[in-house]
């Protein structure tokens, strides 16, 4: 039922059998302590993944970061852009992995551009979300295997997958 000014649904309090309004709170509140709890449990393992990639990767070089070898190699296929112009996912990650630094406001980060010094990947990594640092997953997973940190490659994918899912719903 539409109210003929505003063209609006009318709400009623007409609930189906058995529920009322009290109820629908509860599951409310529910969902929204679940929702609190699932993306604390997200940013414990981000935050967790996050260091051993940093660790392990800036234990081989510094700056990891900026160099194409550590990088997934299907993010280097080129993509067509208008005018035949041909670019890699790795130009455009490198674009917006410099705008986060940029926009960062992490102390790290502030220090390191103050003085004008080239920023560590374990600093770096900082500012990344599951985003950025899922590119380097393939080539980290292989490096990674090989401390024990991660029993394969397999699994640094399949957890990156959920959790970037649960981020999209839990955002919802």
Known sequence: VKDPVTRMPIRA???????????????????????QLLMDAIERIEIHVRSIIAHELGRLDPLAYQKECYINPNVMKEKKRGDN????????????????????????IVWHKKRNRKIPFWVVI??????????????????????????????????????MRLRRVNLR
């Open 13 to 35: 309090d007409d609930f189906q059998d058995n529920i009322n309004f009290d109820d629908i709170t509860k599951l409310y509140l529910f969902d929204k302590k679940l929702r």
């Open 85 to 108: 112009c041909n670019y890699s996912l790795w130009d455009e990650w490198t674009v917006v992995q410099r705008a986060r630094v940029l926009k960062s406001k992490e102390d790290c």
């Open 126 to 163: 900082g500012c990344w979300d599951f985003g950025l640092m899922s590119k380097f997953l393939p080539s980290a997973s292989s490096l990674l295997q090989f401390t024990g940190r991660f029993p394969c490659r397999s699994f640094l994918l399949w957890l990156f997958y959920y959790l």
